[in-house]
Structures are given as C-alpha cells and as structure tokens.
C-alpha cells in the first residue's frame, strides 16, 4: 500500500506519517462517489473508512465559475455575514441536490443531514413536488390575494384540517421570521397587553420584532428589538440546573440521577417555579404571549420535562396572554409522533406559526390561529403582496401529499427512534458526548468536556470533528449556546442505509478525535 495521505484524513494522519500534504487519491475518491480506494490511499490507523451508499442518480456536470471567483464574489459583492457563517474552513460548493443528497462542484456526494436547517422536508428536488412545481409554472406563477385563485383556498383548507379545533384560519407569509413578526402583533392586539415571555435559548427569526423574541446574544445588535420581551429560564433538563432520568419525551434521557415518584417530575416543578418568579418580578399582571418552539431548533434540540408546557399554557392564559407553538422547525411530521411539536406536549396554542419544511425550501411561511383572533386582527388592513404566492402554495400541497403518501412521518419516527438509540450508545462510549436527545428527525448530539462537568466542548474541538464528518461525506449542522451541540434534522426521506453510514461516520470522527488528544 503506497504511504499517500488521502485529503480525507489529512488532518488526523500527519502527525503519525510525517506526510505534509494531500495528493490524487481524492480525486479517485470523488470519481468513485465517495467509496474510498483502499490502494491508493492509507486507511486510517483505527478503521476502515465508512463507505457511502451507492446512488444511482447521476448529477450533471458544473461548468460554472471557479471556487476562487465564487469565493471572491461573496467577499467583496454578498452581504458580509455570509463569509461569517460559511461552515467549513474548505466551505462546500453546492451545485445539485437529489432527495437526501447533495453534490458539490466537483461531483463529490454528500449525505445531508442538516436539510438547508431542517427545511427540505421530503428531499431536495424531490420528484413529486418538483412536477407539480413546474406545473404551476407553466399556469400562473404570481397574483396576490386581491383576487381570489384556487391555490390559496384549496391549500389553506388542506393545512388547517392538519390542525385541531379551533385552529382553523390561515395566513400566509414569506418566512418564519416574518410569521412570528405577525404572531406577536396579533396577539397584543388581540389581549390589549404588551408583554411576551420566551424561554432562554430560544431563537424566533432575524426580523425586528423576532429578534426581540430570541433569547441568544449571537443573534442580537445593540439596537432597540426586546421592548416588552421577557425570557424565562430553559427547562434543559440535561444542561440546567435541574434535570433526571425520566423528564423529557425522547427514546433516550439523559444520563442524570433522579429520585422522582412515578408521575411526579422534581426538575418540572422548579422550572415552573421560575416561571411564576418572573411573572412576580418581570411583566404586568397581564402580558399578551408565551411563545416557544416544542423542542428547541437552534438552541440545540433541547427538550422541556413532559408536562413543563402544559403547566405554563394554564399559567399565561390566568395572566390573559395566549400560547404561540413557533413550529417552523418541528412541524409536518418532523418529530415523527405527531404532525405537530405541540401534539407531544398534549397541549392546543392559540396561534402556530410555521414555515422552512413547509414548502420544502420555497420561500413561505403561515399563522393558524382561531376565529376570534382572526377577528381581532381585523380591525385594521394587513395585505401581504406575496403570502400565499400561488406557486408557494401549489408546492406547499404537494408537500403535505408527499409527506402523506410516500409515509414521511412514520420514516421519521422509526428512523429517529434508531439513530437516537444508536447515537445513545456512543454517548456511553465516549466521554466528550455528554447527551443525545429529540425525537424523530429533531436529533441534537451534546458535546462535552466531561460528562461530569457538563462543561461544552470547546469550539476548536467540535470544528476538528465537525470538518471531518464533512470530510467524510456527511452534512450536519451545530447549534446551542456555546455552539456545543451538533444538529442532525435531514430530510424525511433517508433510509436505514443512510442512518447507518452517519453512524459510522460520526464514531469515526469522534475517534479521530479522541486519538489525536
């Protein structure tokens, strides 16, 4: 075997070859889509390298600008923030997706298991929504809701017959921000009160009003956003101050003691208890909203005790406000139990908002809340020039027939119940996974120092391991507050053989990791 370096493993092998830099087996690596060539490159020193999936779709062929130029261009031409938040220190060039897979400009396959931050719901150019894209194309591609068309209706009551009574009016926005941005609004108008209470960690969106909501200071400017914005301790059960063995609903719990009685959660009261502490200290007698995603997206997938959202509906409706579900990231399907984040909480909002997986990556975004809401909003004129675009709307229900038909939810739901269980026995393997929790394809993966200190894994560390599952084929995202926790939301349509590769793929990055130390 000839001593090359595959770029793959370029970082974790040059300490041990004295090689200095990558060489051509990459590119044979690339050509083979991903299946490694044991004969021209050295496998790595703890395991043969997991071998992607074979895909029988053939991507075409890029004949676009160079990386140099790209690159140039989103330095000198694209809104500064996008070099800021690029991923990868050798970022990846996108250039087609096909369902769970996506191939950069060079034909290298990726597995993608972040879904453009849980947002391609049921596969990236997935054939059924892409057909009924482009017949709407060649129909009517734009008008507004001055005039009446049949994809606004027809789509608004397939949507609302997804939710429970009285959740049954619909309006249509461009995005969860701007979703959440309209939710806040209807609600002070509809209660008469000012103030929102959200919980710590929470994220809502990048609008003004939105970001007022999000409690997380890497989303925030020192500009006036949080007016009558309030937040209230997490209920983490896994990195807060309180927390057990049987809180939350996941397959997996956490890896802390509890002495609780069957029924009784100790951690469930003390979160209340904070609750009822900022409701003495913080907001008027009378506050307007409680608003919360069912498991926290870019906080990490961090999970509420089981009844911690059903204690706090009662408490904001006695203070007269009402109970926004944000399920921009946990809606259609998503956490495989129910359509719905809020189904697993056994509770009914006042007002859902929505948007990413709704439309499967097409700009769009909607509040369902109730009659007597909608009727409160009325009072005024609120006209949105592309809410419920009749080519949003055409994709968005074919999305929701593809999630019925091709059985979307429960893939969710068993594939989830699998990677959580399996990615719980690396947990008890490796010291540095501190918690692994969610449900369906809601996943977060917590990474530590220890799992005694709870202390999060530096970013250094978590980049090392992060850029070599990439390395390796594999897509995910990262999120929490100290960026800690890596994120696995993928499209509702991978396959046991897919859940299987990620698998191998991150215990092999943590591995590397864990010998280079």
């Not at 956490?254 to 003495?280: Q, W």
């Not at 009727?375 to 609120?382: D, L, P, T």
């Not at 229900?397 to 989830?416: C, P, Y």
Request: overall charge positive; proline content about 6%.
């Amino acid at each position: 075997m000839h001593k090359v370096c595959c770029r793959l493993h370029g970082r974790s092998l040059l300490g041990k070859t004295g090689l200095r830099s990558s060489v051509d087996a990459c590119v044979k690596f690339h050509k083979a889509g991903g299946v490694l060539c044991q004969k021209t490159a050295v496998k790595h020193p703890s395991a043969v390298l997991p071998q992607i999936p074979p895909r029988d779709f053939k991507p075409e062929p890029y004949q676009g600008m160079s990386k140099e130029r790209l690159l140039d261009i989103r330095k000198h031409n694209c809104n500064p923030m996008t070099m800021k938040v690029t991923y990868y220190k050798k970022p990846v060039f996108i250039n087609q997706g096909h369902m769970q897979w996506l191939w950069d400009v060079d034909g290298r396959r990726y597995l993608d298991l972040f879904a453009g931050v849980a947002t391609v719901s049921v596969g990236h150019c997935n054939p059924k929504v892409t057909e009924a894209a482009e017949k709407q194309l060649r129909r009517l591609w734009h008008t507004t809701p001055i005039y009446v068309y049949p994809q606004i209706q027809e789509y608004a009551e397939k949507l609302v017959s997804l939710l429970p009574d009285p959740l049954k009016v619909v309006y249509f926005t461009n995005s969860g921000s701007e979703a959440n941005d309209l939710a806040v609004l209807m609600a002070r108008l509809h209660t008469g009160n000012f103030d929102a209470i959200t919980l710590r960690g929470s994220y809502h969106g990048g609008s003004p009003q939105a970001t007022g909501l999000m409690s997380n200071t890497h989303y925030k400017y020192p500009v006036p956003s949080s007016l009558g914005c309030h937040n209230t301790m997490c209920p983490d059960v896994f990195r807060g101050l309180w927390g057990g063995s049987h809180c939350r609903d996941s397959p997996v719990q956490t890896i802390r003691e509890c002495s609780c009685s069957p029924g009784h959660c100790y951690a469930n009261d003390m979160y209340i208890k904070e609750l009822k502490e900022v409701f003495d200290t913080t907001v008027p007698s009378r506050i307007a909203a409680f608003f919360t995603e069912p498991i926290q997206g870019v906080g990490g997938a961090v999970q509420y005790p089981k009844n911690y959202l059903k204690e706090t509906y009662q408490l904001v409706r006695e203070k007269g406000g009402i109970c926004i579900a944000d399920e921009v990231q946990t809606g259609f399907g998503r956490t495989g139990s129910h359509f719905w984040g809020f189904e697993g909480h056994n509770v009914i909002p006042d007002m859902v908002t929505m948007a990413k997986g709704i439309a499967n990556g097409i700009p769009m975004g909607a509040v369902v809340t109730t009659a007597e809401i909608a009727r409160s909003f009325a009072k005024g004129v609120h006209f949105n020039t592309f809410g419920g675009n009749p080519l949003a709307c055409a994709i968005a229900s074919s999305v929701l027939d593809t999630i019925k038909e091709d059985k979307m939810q429960e893939n969710s739901a068993e594939l989830g119940t699998y990677l959580l269980t399996e990615l719980a026995k690396l947990r008890d393997k490796y010291e540095i996974i501190g918690d692994v929790r969610g449900k369906g394809l809601q996943i977060g993966v917590e990474m530590v120092k220890d799992k005694a200190s709870r202390t999060p894994l530096p970013q250094e560390a978590m980049n090392e391991i992060f850029e070599d599952t990439k390395d390796m084929g594999v897509l995910i995202g990262k999120g929490g507050l100290y960026g800690q926790t890596f994120r696995i939301k993928p499209p509702m349509c991978i396959t046991k053989a897919d859940a299987d590769f990620f698998l191998s793929v991150f215990n092999q990055a943590v591995l590397n990791y864990t010998e280079r130390r």
